[in-house]
């Protein structure tokens, strides 16, 4: 059964900075057809996602409204995935959660929730004015 687990979250100011690491088990991590992505969800909204890499190629994909401040990456040898987030926004402040599956044209797909199998129990990540 894959397991993912997330770590890294907390409490920053405005303007700090974050590491998200997400720890893939139970599968060949080295899959080429796996992406791996992180969403986040703050009260009262939706699910939307972050920022994904295809582990195969390492393609990655971003939302808009985190390009240039977050990155995504992996490490095939831990069987991990990163999301380094800098200067963060109070709007930033959700639960964020790491997922991976077998994504179809992720390039196109990489955002959608239901893309993905295999979800984390999440992490809070929360960012103060």
Sequence with gaps: QVQLVESGGGSVQAGGSLRLSCAASGYTYSNNYMTMAWFRQAPGKEREGVAAIEVGGGSTHYA??????????????????????NTLKPEDTAMYYCAAGLVLAPRLNWYRPAAYKNWGQGTQVTVSS
């Excluded at 808009?64 to 380094?84: M, P």
């Design 64 to 85: 808009d409204s985190v390009k240039g401040r977050f990155t995504i990456s992996q490490d095939n040898a831990k069987n991990t995935v990163y999301l380094q987030m």
